[in-house]
């Protein structure tokens, strides 16, 4: 049977140090920076996805943690991935009866949620928590889904943090600006240039998805507490004339 010490060997036996260093520095790992002390095997994410295609089916769940432990950055992302692609299996009715799914979808979330400070850097968060996190939002109670979202976003910690913004990308895709709006304003005065961007992000994305007068009068409320890094990320995809009005 397929173990997590199968993978890891299977991942460092691809190490790359040219590749490695391109990453490490990439990822902003040296001291004082937001991924100080990460280490890299030096994959690139389709080698790192090519492994996960082979090993999730056959990768039991409870050796997952396992991969999220580890020291490596795309070992922690195969196992990250395996995740994303079990839980996304399980939105297939076909797959398994409703109230199974939904089941193994909450054993899933758990796991992720329980790790959620070993995705400790943005790709990591932002390639899972739209497809975990958002994902269960849309199928869930709203007010179970807030009390998820509101910790994430209370954390002390920039990943839990970015988790509960990103994972929006989501549910405004899915017609939803509600959840977009809420942690969006929640983090207008975060002061790292991560949670900058990743809010502006997410509100241009709500204003493509959704509307873009809903954007607009998000900024009409809230310009002038912006970051101006928030503030180009989220008007990035209107015309130039309207880009200087608000940059103005």
């Keep these: 049977m397929l173990n997590a010490k199968d993978i890891e060997d299977a991942m460092e036996a691809l190490r790359n140090d040219e590749q ?7 990822f902003k790992t040296g001291p004082g920076e937001y991924g100080e002390g990460d280490e890299f095997l030096g994959l690139k994410v389709p080698e790192t996805r090519d492994i996960v295609k082979y ?23 195969c196992g990250l991935l395996i995740l994303v692609k079990r839980f996304s299996r399980l939105l297939a009715k076909r797959i ?21 400070e070993r995705a400790n850097n943005w790709d990591l968060v932002d390639l899972t928590a739209p497809k975990i996190l958002g994902e269960w939002v849309l199928l869930t109670d709203r007010e179970q889904a807030l009390q998820v979202l509101d910790t994430l976003a209370d954390s002390t910690n920039l990943w839990k943090q970015r988790m509960s913004i990103v994972c929006t990308w989501t549910t405004s895709k899915a017609g939803d600006p509600s959840w977009c709006l809420r942690y969006a304003e929640r983090h207008l005065s975060h002061p790292h240039d991560l949670m900058h961007k990743a809010v502006g992000w997410m509100l241009r994305e709500m204003g493509k998805r959704v509307s873009i007068e809903l954007l607009r009068d998000f900024l009409r409320q809230h310009l002038h507490e912006m970051h101006r890094t928030t503030l180009r990320y989220a008007i990035e995809k209107m015309n130039e004339e309207e880009r200087h009005f608000w940059m103005k």
Excluded: C, G, N
């Design 55 to 77: 090993a999730w089916k056959d990768l039991p769940l409870d050796e997952v943690p396992t991969l999220l432990m580890s020291r490596w950055h795309e070992v922690r992302l």
């Design 96 to 116: 398994a009866s409703e109230a199974q799914a939904k089941q193994l979808r909450e054993e899933i979330l758990t796991m992720y949620l329980y790790y959620a």
């Design 20 to 26: 490695r260093q391109v990453l490490m520095h990439f």
